[in-house]
């Protein structure tokens, strides 16, 4: 049955209300803001209004008018009746169509919160016609038991909750007051000032480098080492000298598997690097990251890196640091030519010229990619050619010349210390083993390996420094003994150290986190009703204002972002909100390296669906880093993003990928379903000390909520109770905690109460909330908008059933979800493929067994 009989009685009704706001100078003051002229068509009755917002009093027409319309709303009486009665979703009944709007609907939105309190006005209005019996009766709350033995009395029936206080099984350590995570500045390393004693020190590293990669290749053919992929640098040694020679003890580097030689030419500590790579305690990592990724920060050192290219990623990053500080360092990428194919070195080349940052790219061209020529993997051969489609300088020299390699370096390190942005730098040279230790090397010649071995960097060097007589021969040979037996004794230090113990298995996966983050707190007084838009960007201004470390970067975030959910930061904090090119390896790869160089970035990615396309910096590099390094890094740093279906934008920009990242180690994952939680998860996500990634739905932005005044951080790892019920236990993932309370309360009129929990954090889970809930309830429903094979619910309900007995419950669990197909373009195909009421409802009554 309609809600209105006519359109005479729709326009008596909507004249009568329309009357009313404009004698509430609190609303219609707030409404005139928007200076808009808002149209309203209707169906089933027909009608239409037109209200002018432009100024005080505001006014309307009922029936046709003449003005021209900002924005149009076209929608059904019934529909026009829910939202004034404060029970439509508006963005979901957009999204579905049940709202048809034209015009400049974000900002006819944005007044959302102040008509919110025409949902008190609307009944009132509806009663004072006599049409009392159009205002629905409230639904009913009940009031929660309270037991204070309900933990003993769950032990008794055998059920066993989880830690309470124990996120994720302890990984995450929680100190008071916010923990010191930046590496120790660099403070050695340096080589000496005078260029006669740098010429002596370089010759000093090249031996000690060569000296212990023949050392590692004698223990791998031995067997001494736990590792079947190590990769050696011989003949390779003036590269990593040549370029580290002219740095400063503050510089870093970036570097890559094959990245012995650069650590030690930046001064990495012998014994540590050695003991690493034989998997000891005593290693600089602890055993953690091994060969491809041994670290030592106390050099300056961003780590070896196993990803090809990833190299070039975070010293662009680091750079970038140093640019937002006013900072006067410079940060090296070492690279082999196979990573000049990757589309991460060409991101984060373009990336480094658009902001002119302090970034030297150092090509180690070794003829090689892996196992294949530079020919037949790149049209281009003279890989510094690259560096001209950026716009910046890009030269080839002799890499086995280290006087060539110091001149080159030099210049490009003057020219990225002073302001005018990156250089690359092609190092032809040559390695003598193979791609890595125990193949064959079938894929080259004899001959030619010969032929590069006549040009043997540290022999040349030799002869060099004796003609110049720095050195004598006797002088030569004695530094090379020295550096053979400090090898020598660092080997039997490190088969002397004992491994690692089991019990520290677990530790470095999280940095230190200030346990306030993870602490229940009470809101502060005060609330306002603003849309979840609203709210992130306040979280992010309040943030940005309180610490001059946290900065924001992304595709057109000054202007608002797609969502315009950013718009005003760029006005407000000059400087700090990067437009960036559509580069998602560039994006969240430079968030790392600013991260591990003490930043605290904050990364729009414009739509979930692309973090396909950045993954690596994600999964590899955030989520590892700090664990490979043995603990020597932090990454502090926040990936904001939009999901969800609704908004008719097909398979590729309405996928719900929570449960994609949630198996990570190393990340934290949210997922905020109203504005308080939304501003108080983000500014607790921006304290953190790890990285986390911030799910947010489209269909939210636009929600309107309560959000607390003041400084309202909401903890990490701790559930929410969005409604106390005692029948069944609903789960929501994300932003489909509304729709879920919406089918709560019409549940309760049947007589059916439903508590609904709202998880937040999906890892940290609060898993205990959930068990409590279920244990009382005695059923389980999980809904998440992604698919439901393989989703988030089935690891909430693996938790359940692990915690409590089958038998306590008196239905099987069910899992609402996505179906097992792509977000489909049709409207009608969309609805069907995700989560709604009725299927929700459904879910409920086959469980309650009705």
Not at 269 to 289: K, Q
Not at 574 to 590: F, K, M
């Amino acid at each position: 049955m309609a809600a209105f009989e006519s359109t005479e009685q729709l326009y008596h009704v909507m004249g009568a209300l329309f009357e009313r706001l404009r004698e509430a100078p609190e609303i219609s003051e707030r409404l005139v803001a928007g200076n808009l002229v808002v149209r309203f068509r209707w169906r089933n009755p027909d009608g239409e209004a037109t209200v002018d917002l432009r100024s005080q009093p505001i006014s309307w027409q009922l029936g046709a008018s003449e003005l021209e319309p900002d924005v149009e709303m076209q929608q059904t009486a019934d529909v026009a009746h829910r939202f004034w009665l404060g029970r439509l979703n508006v963005p979901q009944a957009i999204a579905t169509r049940q709202v048809i709007a034209r015009g400049s609907v974000p900002k006819a939105l944005r007044l959302l919160p102040a008509v919110q309190p025409a949902f008190d006005i609307y009944p009132i209005v509806l009663r004072d016609l006599g049409l009392g019996n159009l205002v629905p009766a409230a639904a009913g709350r009940p009031s929660r038991r309270r037991l204070p033995f309900l933990s003993r009395l769950l032990r008794r029936v055998g059920v066993r909750l989880p830690a309470a206080d124990d996120p994720l099984l302890g990984l995450i350590p929680l100190v008071e007051g916010r923990p010191e995570i930046a590496p120790p500045p660099a403070a050695e390393g340096a080589y000496p000032p005078l260029r006669a004693q740098r010429k002596v020190e370089m010759l000093r590293r090249m031996e000690l480098i060569r000296a212990f990669e023949q050392r590692l290749s004698e223990a791998y053919a031995a067997g001494e080492l736990p590792t079947e992929a190590i990769h050696l640098s011989i003949g390779q040694e003036a590269v990593a000298v040549g370029v580290c020679s002219v740095l400063q003890a503050t510089d870093t580097i970036a570097t890559t598997h094959r990245g012995h030689g650069h650590m030690l030419a930046k001064g990495a500590d012998l014994h540590g690097m050695m003991a690493e790579i034989y998997g000891r305690a005593a290693g600089l990592c602890g055993g953690r990251g091994g060969s491809m990724h041994v670290t030592d920060a106390r050099v300056g050192a961003l780590g070896a890196n196993g990803i090809v290219g990833a190299s070039a990623l975070i010293a662009t990053g680091a750079a970038l640091a140093s640019r937002l500080r006013s900072e006067q360092r410079v940060h090296v990428a070492f690279i082999g030519d196979g990573a000049v194919n990757q589309g991460m070195f060409h991101e984060a080349a373009n990336f480094a010229a658009v902001f002119d940052l302090p970034v030297v790219f150092v090509i180690e061209n070794n003829q090689y990619g892996e196992f294949t020529a530079v020919a037949r993997h790149s049209r281009v051969t003279r890989l510094a050619d690259r560096a001209a489609a950026y716009g910046f300088p890009g030269v080839r020299i002799d890499g086995n010349d280290p006087d060539a390699v110091c001149e080159a370096a030099e210049a490009a390190v003057v020219r990225a210390r002073t302001g005018e942005g990156p250089s690359l730098i092609e190092c032809l040279t040559y390695r003598w083993h193979g791609h890595m230790e125990g193949e064959t090397a079938s894929y080259r010649g004899d001959e030619e390996v010969e032929r590069w071995k006549q040009r043997d960097p540290i022999a040349a060097w030799r002869r060099s420094l004796i003609e110049e007589g720095l050195l004598s021969d006797s002088r030569c040979r004695e530094i090379r003994t020295t550096a053979t037996a400090a090898v020598a004794q660092a080997r039997e230090a490190a088969l002397a150290a004992p491994e690692p113990a089991v019990e520290v298995l677990s530790e470095h996966v999280f940095a230190p986190e200030p346990a306030e983050l993870y602490r229940q707190r009470e809101a502060p007084p005060g609330v306002r009703r603003v849309t979840c838009a609203d709210a992130i960007r306040e979280a992010l201004a309040e943030e940005m204002r309180r610490d001059a470390s946290v900065f924001l970067l992304g595709e057109d975030v000054s202007h608002g972002g797609y969502f315009a959910v950013t718009s005003g930061l760029a006005e407000e904090l000059p400087g700090r909100v990067l437009d960036t090119p559509i580069s998602e390896y560039a994006i969240v790869g430079a968030a790392v390296g600013a991260a591990m160089a003490g930043m605290r970035p904050v990364a729009e990615i414009l739509f979930s669906d692309f973090l396909t396309t950045c993954m690596d910096p994600l999964v590899n590099q955030a989520a590892k880093l700090r664990y490979m390094s043995g603990g020597q890094y932090a990454l502090p740093l926040v990936v904001r993003t939009p999901g969800g279906a609704g908004l008719g934008m097909a398979a590729q920009h309405s996928q719900s990928l929570e449960a994609l990242l949630t198996g990570i180690p190393g990340l934290i994952v949210v997922a905020p379903s109203t504005p308080a939680d939304a501003k108080g998860l983000l500014k607790a996500a921006i304290r953190s000390s790890n990285p986390v990634l911030f799910f947010e739905n489209k269909l939210l932005y636009l929600e309107t909520g309560d959000v607390p005044d003041g400084d309202c951080v909401v903890p990490l790892a701790r559930a929410r109770i969005a409604r106390e019920g005692s029948d069944v236990t609903l789960v929501a993932v994300g932003a489909i905690g509304t729709l879920l309370l919406a089918v709560a309360d019409e549940l309760a009129a049947d007589g059916i109460e439903a508590e609904v929990i709202d998880p937040r954090t999906l890892v940290p889970l609060d898993a205990t909330t959930i068990v409590r809930s279920v244990a009382r309830t005695r059923r389980l429903v999980t809904v998440e908008e992604g698919p439901v094979f393989h989703g988030f619910g089935a690891e909430i309900v693996a938790r359940v059933l692990e915690t409590v007995p089958p038998r306590r419950l008196k239905a099987a669990p069910c899992r609402v979800g996505a179906a097992s197909v792509p977000i489909p373009y049709a409207r009608a195909l969309e609805r069907a493929a995700v989560p709604d009421h009725a299927k929700i409802r459904d879910a409920v009554l086959c469980v309650m067994g009705g």
